[in-house]
């Protein structure tokens, strides 16, 4: 019935006639530039000497990089359910990762005050950014006829309209002239980066910020300068896609290093350890990043030593080589690539979270926090911190659906920051109830507070225990509240947005992954052979979460840029709306050698939760490795025809792109 009734509302839409003049329209990032067409203002970041550094260095070369976009392509669409209540308020479902921005919006739209409207989130079917400032469209349609009609509205687009009307990555075009040494080892980088954002800035200020805070991903710019054009088109406004704008930056980067290595003729993997971050305890320095935030927990040389060694880089390398030499058709290429990845909002008034969490008197626990669930696993972390705080087994602690009526004046889930912010911020309302329960029992018993210990379910009393529900009830008898809200924000941070300087970020994620791929280089087509991942976690809070976000993420990364290609016609409009022409990695691009580990006994050296480390974004940035694997391919062809560089190769390296790079390579031998 109300599946009939829905498509009876689509068919009914598609009746609309829209009127409107054609009129002429920038599409794409270079017409945009040519234009001057901005949506925000350049932001030009420079450390030390570019200029002078680039006129010294030894060796200078130049580039171009396209770097597409990517459709978040979460498996439930957007959607939201608004239901009317007394005196004017309004009960808003919404698939959303911020449902305070969402109450704010239907608030506005509706002409209420924020006490008038309540948000909830029980879970998404996937976010991956595309629902931190897209959900509120939805839901402020459905609000509005939900006023307008005094009934019940769901909203709810099928997936080419979704795909049509939602933001995406955003793509991105740069070019730049490296200087460097004979070891390969960058003077001085000038880089410009433009992005297409589309006709409003939705999130795109602080996107293209984080873009400039990771185009040194693990590497040591001493000079240097980044101008960042932030690009109005007239196509839909793009938004945050796990990484926000980071990865395109690293990408940048990555491509510029292999270039190095192509030219002197040097593994990419000796020029990339030439450019790590010094480890901050050696004279040398080369530890401070072009935003000026030291880096302080450098874990890349150590774990890139042990990829190097459990992955048998240098072996296979020989191998591939030797495999290239005699194989005429089939390439083989290899890349053992780093992430180093800032965590924490670059806008330091996020990083800021509440949780409220209840004991009721049978001994159960209902823990509410401003998180949102989006397959990440952030509820059973959080649910985890309180049973541990609370000595409780997890099947006692639930966590309630997120609502801007329990927790008020939160963040987006979004920058990997979700467990960060709201599992500290559980911890610090189970700890006050905590030590209530533990005061109590000190004071009815004559104990000593070392004495009392909550553990498995039960209350130890001196050489007393008794069940912790019995406890409880005799707290509540006693006339104590069992009831907290718990607050945290991240010490440490400041940033300036005009300066682009500070320390935005509490601390970094690392990780090293190496790919190998086999391109066939009459069709193009390619295949990730193998892949061994490395990944911190400071102390993993839940390891299977935190490898299912490593591969996951890992292979979104892949996809983004091998196989996930956004084309658009001449007059703006989007063609690959749908999986038919869309094309995500599937469990078949997952590769047959893969190994996925976890950093061991390397904890966050700051005060996070259980010194756990963020997991989220990135992983993501893994998947770097299989482009430049790509890229490594492509160039044993160049290398073979007599070229001393690498010819670009366009991401999405879909078979058309790779094809491309192959042919410019026999062009130019000719
Ligand atoms: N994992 C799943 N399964 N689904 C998602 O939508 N979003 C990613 C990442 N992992 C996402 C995901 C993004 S963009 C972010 S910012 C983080 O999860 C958000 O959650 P966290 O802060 O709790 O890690
Ligand atoms: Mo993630 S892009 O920060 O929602």
Not at 143 to 172: E, P, Q, S, W
Request: glycine share 8%; charged share 20%.
């Amino acid at each position: 019935m109300l599946s009939a009734d829905a498509e009876a509302a689509r068919r009914a839409a598609k009746l609309a006639k829209v009127e409107y003049e054609e009129l002429p329209a920038i599409l794409d990032i270079r017409s945009a530039l040519a234009a001057q067409s901005f949506v925000i203002p350049t932001q030009t970041l420079r450390r030390g000497s570019p200029t002078e550094a680039m006129a010294e260095a030894p060796h200078r070369l130049k580039g171009s990089l396209e770097l597409g976009g990517q459709e978040h392509f979460y498996l439930e669409g957007h959607i939201a359910a608004a239901v009317p209540g007394e005196d004017g308020a309004m009960l808003v479902y919404s698939s959303t990762q911020h449902p305070t921005e969402v109450q704010h919006k239907v608030a506005e739209s509706l002409g209420l005050h924020a006490n008038a409207v309540t948000v909830q989130c029980r879970r998404m079917g996937g976010g991956f950014g595309g629902k931190e400032s897209q959900p509120a469209l939805f839901a402020c349609v459905a609000a509005i006829l939900a006023t307008k009609t005094g009934k019940a509205v769901k909203m709810r687009v099928d997936r080419d309209a979704d795909m049509i009307m939602t933001g995406k990555r955003h793509d991105y075009v740069s070019d730049y002239e490296v200087g460097f040494d004979d070891h390969g080892r960058i003077q001085s980088l000038r880089v410009m980066i433009a992005s297409r954002c589309g006709y409003s800035a939705d999130l795109s200020a602080p996107v293209n910020d984080r873009t400039i805070c990771h185009l040194d991903n693990g590497y040591y710019l001493e000079n240097v300068e980044i101008v960042s054009h932030r690009c109005k088109t007239h196509t839909v406004s793009n938004t945050a896609f796990r990484g926000f704008g980071g990865p395109q930056g690293m990408v940048v980067i990555e491509n510029i290093v292999d270039e190095i290595a192509a030219t002197l003729g040097l593994d990419p993997l000796d020029v990339r350890r030439a450019n790590y971050y010094g480890t901050g305890n050696e004279n040398e320095g080369r530890n401070v990043t072009h935003y000026g935030q030291p880096v302080e927990d450098n874990i890349l040389d150590a774990i890139t030593d042990q990829l190097e060694a459990s992955s048998d880089y240098r072996a296979r390398r020989k191998a591939i080589d030797a495999f290239n030499a005699q194989s005429p058709v089939v390439k083989r290429g290899l890349a053992l690539t780093p992430v180093k990845f800032g965590i924490s909002f670059n806008a330091t008034i996020y990083n800021q979270a509440g949780a409220l969490v209840h004991i009721y008197t049978d001994g159960t626990v209902l823990v509410n926090h401003g998180g949102t669930e989006m397959g990440q696993g952030l509820y059973t972390k959080v649910a985890q911190v309180v049973a541990t705080e609370l000595g409780l087994p997890m099947d006692r602690v639930r966590v309630s659906t997120t609502d801007t009526s329990k927790v008020p004046n939160t963040s987006a889930t979004a920058a990997s920051s979700g467990s960060d912010l709201n599992g500290k911020a559980a911890q610090a309302a189970a700890v006050t109830l905590r030590e209530r329960l533990v005061a109590y029992a000190c004071e009815r018993y004559q104990l000593d507070a070392r004495d009392v210990r909550l553990e498995n379910g039960k209350v130890l009393l001196g050489t007393e225990t008794k069940e912790f529900e019995a406890f409880v009830r005799e707290v509540y008898a006693a006339r104590i509240s069992l009831s907290s809200t718990g607050y945290y924000r991240t010490p440490k941070i400041h940033w300036d947005r005009a300066t682009l300087t500070g320390r935005p970020f509490f601390y970094f994620s690392y990780g090293v992954a190496c790919s190998e791929v086999a391109v066939d280089t009459l069709s193009g087509e390619t295949r990730l052979v193998q892949v061994d991942i490395l990944h911190d976690v400071g102390t993993s809070l839940n390891p299977a979460l935190d490898i299912g976000q490593i591969e996951g993420g890992f292979l979104q990364g892949a996809g983004w840029l091998t196989s996930e290609e956004l084309w658009w016609n001449g007059r703006g409009e989007l063609k690959t709306h749908a999986p038919s022409t869309y094309k995500i990695p599937t469990a078949r691009d997952w590769p047959l050698k893969a190994t996925v580990k976890l950093v061991e006994n390397m904890p966050n050296r700051e005060d996070t939760i259980y010194r756990s480390k963020a997991v989220g974004e990135p992983p993501l940035m893994l998947g770097i490795s299989v482009l430049q694997a790509i890229r490594d391919a492509v160039g044993s062809v160049a290398k073979a025809n007599g070229m001393k560089t690498l010819p670009p190769l366009v991401a999405p390296a879909t078979p058309e792109s790779v094809l491309r790079a192959i042919e410019s390579c026999k062009a130019k031998s000719k």
